[in-house]
């Protein structure tokens, strides 16, 4: 079994900071990309950043400048720090990761709970 485990929401005023981190535990043999997306009642899950295993970032445009992925791979972690925040930015954010649980196997996508992240004007 593999778990992703978020920590780091809350709520914040427009304008603050808030850092996110989300931990791969279980049989984790390996793990390639790893990300974090958002979602609001009623809509799509969308795209928020993600990162390779060799390091290389993506960011969705309405975040660039604001937000910074990066991960530990020691750790099995990845996280994201959010800067500037406003509330367009307010969903529950999800980290996902691309996870081999042992060598022979192939990669599959796990998901996080999600954390709320509410930024107030």
């Known amino acids: 079994q593999v778990q992703l485990v978020e920590s780091g929401g809350g709520l914040v005023q427009a304008g603050g900071s808030l850092s996110l981190s989300c931990a791969a535990s279980?049989?984790?043999?390996?793990?390639?990309?790893m990300g974090w997306y958002r979602q609001n009642p009623g809509k799509e899950r969308e795209l928020v950043a993600t990162?390779?295993?060799?390091?290389?970032?993506n960011y969705a445009d309405s975040v660039k400048g604001r937000v910074t992925i990066s991960r530990d791979y020691a750790k099995n972690t990845v996280y994201l720090q959010l800067n500037n925040l406003k509330p367009e930015d307010t969903a529950v954010y999800y980290c996902?990761?691309?996870?081999?649980?042992?060598?022979?196997?192939?990669?599959?996508?796990?998901w996080g709970q999600g954390t709320q992240v509410t930024v107030s004007s």
């Open positions: 279980g049989r984790v043999s390996s793990i390639n990309d």
């Open positions: 990162i390779t295993r060799g390091a290389s970032k």
């Open positions: 996902n990761a691309d996870i081999r649980t042992a060598v022979w196997s192939n990669f599959r996508t796990y």
